[in-house]
């Protein structure tokens, strides 16, 4: 008889179906059900699902959830819309079963007797869901754990790995790794419940995610199901500028941290082109013009040594960069690992490699405690050694002249995503001799037909404050702000702003006393426009590819994917009418036949269909 099974005499160490599991778990801990579940896909969906049942069946069941990134299948309008996205959802999520909390939630119908709280929110998508703004918990990443310890939680529900026995908590060893030896020597041992919920589809992975079978109170097997991924990022021309720029700032030797996204996605394809096409990407950095930044820190080299990865998520980038040879530096005496994760989130392509790879690839992946790679705290002495020129490179959607970086809300405070792990990585490239934080930015943003920058006199809403500022990147240079005085500052994000902007946030600074009024911008400055980058790496696109890591899209989906955002782009502007007449009258759907068939337009019924057909040849032409 296990231990567990004396402690919960009711409870069976195995369910096949997660109905039975849960009224189990009801009987155990009781109707008071204060739930725990990792951010990402490491939720345990189906008993999360079969809990969430039980309590709108049950109002005298009350269940919190206490999580963060509730991943939801995507839901198109009818029309042009489900025609584009509905065969490539399924393409990205299969037969993800979704969380019922979180489609309810978005509907507004969470019944009262449930309450989710989350410290990070899935990006952009919850901006006007008043009961998720009003629920969102903001703490760093390193103190959700002290957060969902403080809320008693009985129950941990966790998506993990078996291979030959052996169990993994592979995508999400982030909280879970600290949290259950914690709760076992703190919370009485009938008190919490530790549920694995074991998916085939899952990729093993071994090092500190690795863990005993005791770790576990019951295990939920299931058939298995997709693992939901968001679609591989177009890395456009924008993106690369940044990139490339960020690559020369990585030391050979050295570590490296990059985030998500397609600047993420940049920079990490502009490092593996400086390793193994050094040639070309030297010329694409000297074609490139614009403020150099301190070149000094890295080199345009290739890398010799190679590289140790400390990221919070493990990106596809990442994974690529371990596959080409790039992250060769172990940092372990024991062990070969040359890269430490806390979380992984990607693509299906991303999920189907790392299933697919070796041992020895993965034996060199340690996914492990966001605590131990997000904070220098505990083991400081090997961290620091492990750590040794440090580049953390991580996104902002805005970042003020002086230097404050802003990432995670709106200036009226809706919250877009969550703050995660960027302060602490900021933070601890200052505290690291020879550490530096990177932070990328796209200068504009467009919407609507206007034009707005990103980089700002001032703005509602910090993520990182003024005092950490380090090194800020733009497709226009590199902007080195460490140690500089206010002015200074100012004139180094300036200098990396696109000219469109630069007279009001020249005069804004003279307003507030932070630029001398003499101060004229010069001349170089004013030629900071897309067109500029455009026609720089124009010469370099059979180098700069649009998905450097693949996507599940073929190419006329790729094709419609810029065109079906540019075509509402247009039609929301200023310039709608112009647009549509041009394509009313010199548009020819005819020649996009395929493209027609694949949003079901190539039998247009009636004259909505026709015109629309039209828009869409149109787009097409604007932007292939």
Known sequence: MSDSETIFPNLESRYASARSCAKAIVHAVGKDIRLALPLGIGKANLLTNALYDMAKEDPSISLKIYTALSIVRPTPSAGLERDFGGPLIDKLFGDYPGLTYAIDRGKGQLPPNVE???????????????????????????????????????????????????????????LTLDMIPYMRQHVPRDQFIVVGEVNPNLPFMPNDAEVPAETF?????CDGYDLPGPPASRVDTTSYAIGLRAATLVKDAGTLQIGIGSLGDGAAEAIRLRHQNTEEFRKAITALPGEKGPVEIGGTDKFETGLYGCT??????????????????EVYPDRPV????????????????????????????????????????????????????????????????????????????????????????VSQAHELDGGRSVILLKSTRESGGKVESNIVWNYGHTTVPRHLRDIVITEYGIADLRGQTDEECVKRMLAISDSRFLDQLAEDAKASKKLRK??????????????MIETSLAPFQNVLPAFPFGTEMDVLEQNLALALPHLKEKMASGERFGFALKAIFGANPDRYQ???????????????????????????????
Request: with cysteine; aromatic share 10%; glycine share 6%.
């Open 116 to 174: 989710v709280e989350e410290f990070f929110l899935a990006t952009g998508t919850l901006l006007s869901n008043e009961y998720a703004q009003r629920h969102y918990n903001s703490v760093n990443y390193t103190h959700a754990m002290r957060r969902i310890i403080s809320c008693n939680v009985n129950v941990l529900g966790q998506m993990i790995a078996e291979r030959d026995g052996r169990y993994s908590l592979s995508c999400n060893s982030d």
């Open 217 to 221: 109170d019951v295990f939920l097997d």
């Open 312 to 329: 919070e998520m493990f990106t596809q980038g990442m994974f690529e960069l371990l596959l080409s040879g790039l992250f060769t530096r």
């Open 338 to 425: 040359t890269l430490d994760g806390g979380f992984f989130l990607g693509p299906q392509n991303f999920y189907k490699k790392l299933h697919a790879s070796s041992n020895d690839i993965l034996s060199r992946i340690n996914m492990t405690s966001v605590g131990d790679i997000n904070a220098l705290y505990g083991r400081e002495d090997e961290k620091r050694a492990q750590r040794q020129h440090a580049r953390f490179i991580n996104i902002a959607m805005k970042v003020t002249v002086l230097g404050a970086v802003i990432s995670d809300a709106l200036e009226d405070e809706r919250v877009v995503s969550g703050v995660g792990g960027q302060y602490n990585f």
């Open 518 to 531: 003499d101060f004229q911008i010069p001349d170089d400055w004013r030629h900071n426009t897309p067109e």
């Open 594 to 624: 395929d493209h027609m068939e694949r949003i079901k337009l190539d039998k247009p019924n009636g004259l909505k269909d026709k015109i629309m057909a039209k828009l869409v040849a149109q787009a097409l032409d604007d932007v292939l």
